[in-house]
């Protein structure tokens, strides 16, 4: 399995506070994806990175930053949580010669 | 634009019995296709994938063939196992603006009873 974790895998905050989700890896991977999972709507990509201090934007990423300073770590922020933003939000990472992506084991986001 | 669509669930069937789930695609370029699976309460595991035109994908059983000329990569697998209950998504990635972007559908939920 590739080494790739979520820290915290619970959070419940309140609206409009600042919320941080880490995606950490073991595997020297090039490209890192964030995804949020919600019923109805599948996986949506909010941010990817295809390398150090190179990041975009995918289909829903209003209210979402991210930055990556390490190969290794991948962090989402959310500067003001809203209750839309209650979701499980997934990383994953891909090594672009093989193309699949490894996911991560998930973060369940409450924002009340 | 690049789009995935499959069935919706959920796909209720019985042990061993025949499983099909339809995915078409609409892509730019020439995209790589995937088949994932996730288990309650876990991330998605990589099921099978195909690269190009007329490749098969297999793996535990599951099979799925990457069709250019329909645009499809449907899921089979000849006889479910209740262990197979878990939902399904099928994928590509294509090569845009130099850089690898994933499109998930929105994913299919297989129920098998004993």
């Known amino acids: 399995d590739a080494g790739i974790t979520q820290s915290p895998r619970h959070k419940v905050t309140e609206t409009g506070t600042p919320v941080t989700l880490r995606c950490h890896q073991t595997?020297?991977?090039?490209?890192m994806y964030w995804y949020r999972q919600d019923p109805g709507h599948g996986l949506r990509l909010i941010h990817y990175s295809y390398g150090v201090k190179d990041t975009d934007k995918g289909e829903v990423s209003d209210g979402y930053s991210v930055s990556r300073s390490k190969t290794e770590d991948f962090l989402l922020t959310l500067e003001s949580a809203t209750s839309s933003q209650t979701s499980v939000y997934f990383c994953?990472?891909?090594?672009?010669?093989?193309?699949?992506?490894?996911f991560g084991p998930g973060t369940r986001l409450t924002v009340t | 634009g690049n789009s995935v669509t499959q069935m919706e669930g959920p796909v209720t069937l019985s042990e061993e019995a025949f499983l099909t789930i339809n995915c078409t695609y609409t892509?730019?370029?020439?995209?790589?296709l995937f088949w994932y699976v996730q288990y309650p309460g876990e991330g998605l595991q990589l099921l099978l994938k195909?690269?190009?035109?007329?490749d098969k994908g297999s793996n535990k059983g599951f099979e799925a063939t990457y069709r250019k000329e329909t645009t499809s990569f449907h899921l089979e697998k000849g006889s479910v196992q209740v262990s197979d209950s878990a939902v399904y998504f099928c994928a590509h990635t294509t090569l845009t603006g130099g850089s690898y972007i994933p499109t998930f559908g929105r994913g299919t939920s297989l129920i098998v009873h004993p």
């Open positions: 892509a730019t370029g020439y995209p790589s």
């Open positions: 994953a990472i891909s090594d672009i010669r093989a193309y699949e992506q490894y």
């Open positions: 595997e020297n991977h090039r490209y």
């Open positions: 195909a690269t190009k035109a007329d």
